[in-house]
């Protein structure tokens, strides 16, 4: 086997200035004439870095000396903040991190899509810190590290980070790691656990446990002792998603969320998907139907629509709504979300959205108005399919700006739409994730 060649790396600290952030939170700069991405710079900042490695194309470095700070660095709150690849703006002052996430929204639109909304929307904002509901946690037996580590990623890295708490996720959870790591610790089959499922509703929170293993007697008493000392209610995962049971009969938790707005209340599992933050996804809902402004005479199409998060509230202001997910789990819980809400005017069906649906029964008939929310990889083909619905109105909620702004240049010059707002959503605060609404028009 080939020996992986060391990197002949400079020794001494480079200085340079900062011209931009990427993607990923690292600040740009140009080393004669070669791009470095450099981790903990701001743009407008001069520091001084040391090589990590270098590439053909671009290098990587890490800021050794901040020179001169730019005005918007702030402290980071959290300790782990530079090695833990949870976060990657802690550094940088909130209103600046949405500044930048709205300045991405609107580059990605005008490079990708050779399009600009009329009007900028302003960002919805929320908590800070503590908002984090869902997550999935790493777990790994380091005996080196003197223990178990249970957290996010290290940057750039598959190995675990070492922390004792963290300042995004819920509380209840958050405050917790430290005692997460003494316990699993503690177990007989601390190197069966390779991760934590993390969900937080309105009154509960659950955290599954993945064990490759059967759990001995002492292991359950050990991990019912940690629900009962703490109020979280412990569930296991021996298998797939569909394996996740409670370990005893008061771990058996109904998760909820509700949308008071709307009266509606949401049942999903731990291992469901829903939106992380609580508060900024109240506000999502309230502004994606202010956008799309249902009334009682619309028939109005929900696609991507998960357990229900947006066709619920559609349903209480709609003469009528169809829900339709890839996933027929989601979709029988959304239909099952539906009747314990007592809503009748909201029909779900499962369908392969990335293919061939035009012989969907719901597919041939119109809608009004239509509401999206894609996964990353966007809605081209569905977008291509939009206008034989004649809907003179889309809200397309994304994840990905990239991915929209494709999209929403195929609805603007194939769908004769037009781009007529679009905005940020701060859902994750102090990561460079962009969370973003569209209004589309059609200009009748």
Same mark, same amino acid.
């Given at each position: ?50 090589? *990590?490695?270098?590439? =053909?194309?671009? +290098? ?6 901040? %020179? #001169?700070? @730019? /005005? ?108 997460? *790591?003494?316990?699993? =610790?503690?177990? +007989? ?6 991760? %934590? #499922?993390? @969900? /937080? ?126 996933? @027929? ?116």
């Amino acid at each position: 086997m080939a020996r992986k060649r060391k990197q002949n790396l400079p020794l001494d600290p480079v200085e340079t200035v900062v011209e931009d952030l990427s993607h990923d939170g690292r600040g740009v700069a140009h080393v004669e004439g070669k791009t470095v991405f450099i981790q903990g710079a701001l743009p407008g900042e001069r520091v001084s870095f040391t090589y *990590r490695r270098r590439r =053909g194309r671009f +290098d990587e470095g890490v800021v050794h000396t901040l %020179i #001169e700070a @730019a /005005a918007e660095r702030v402290e980071p709150r959290c300790l782990h903040f530079g090695s833990c690849g949870g976060c990657s703006l802690q550094h940088l002052a909130p209103e600046a991190q949405r500044a930048r996430k709205e300045q991405t929204l609107l580059s990605n639109l005008r490079h990708f899509g050779d399009v600009a909304p009329e009007t900028v929307l302003p960002p919805l904002t929320g908590p800070l810190w503590g908002y984090r509901r869902k997550a999935r946690l790493g777990v790994r037996h380091v005996a080196k590290k003197g223990g178990v580590l249970v957290g996010f990623r290290e940057k750039g890295s598959s190995f675990i980070t070492e922390i004792g708490a963290c300042p995004v996720l819920v509380p209840q959870v958050g405050e917790r790691i430290g005692e997460l *790591r003494a316990l699993i =610790g503690s177990l +007989d089959a601390r190197d069966a656990i390779p991760q %934590i #499922e993390v @969900a /937080a509703g309105d009154e509960h929170t659950v955290l599954v446990f993945r064990n490759m293993v059967p759990l001995g007697e002492a292991d359950r008493a050990r991990l019912a002792g940690f629900g009962a000392a703490t109020g979280l209610h412990i569930q296991l995962q021996p298998a797939g998603p569909e394996s996740v049971h409670p370990l005893g009969p008061g771990d058996a938790v109904a998760l909820t969320y509700r949308l008071p707005a709307y009266d509606v209340e949401v049942l999903f599992r731990p291992t469901d998907f829903a939106q992380v933050n609580a508060e900024i996804n109240l506000a999502m809902v309230d502004h994606a139907l202010a956008l799309l402004e249902p009334s009682a005479e619309d028939r109005i199409l929900d696609l991507f629509c998960g357990l229900g998060n947006f066709t619920l509230p559609l349903a209480r202001r709609c003469g009528a709504v169809v829900g339709v997910e890839g996933d @027929a789990g989601m979709v029988a819980r959304a239909g099952g979300n539906a009747q314990r809400n007592g809503i009748a005017n909201a029909e779900f069906h499962a369908a392969d959205l990335a293919g061939d649906f035009s012989a969907e029964p719901w597919a041939r008939a119109g809608f009004h108005k239509v509401l999206l929310d894609p996964p990353r990889t966007g809605a081209l083909e569905m977008v291509r399919h939009l206008p034989a619905f004649g809907a003179g109105r889309v809200v397309y909620v994304s994840c990905n700006p990239a991915t929209l702004a494709r999209d929403a240049g195929v609805l603007v010059r194939e769908g004769g739409y037009r781009l007529v707002s679009a905005g940020i959503m701060d859902m994750f605060p102090h990561t460079t994730h962009v969370e973003s609404i569209a209004l589309f028009e059609k200009p009748w």
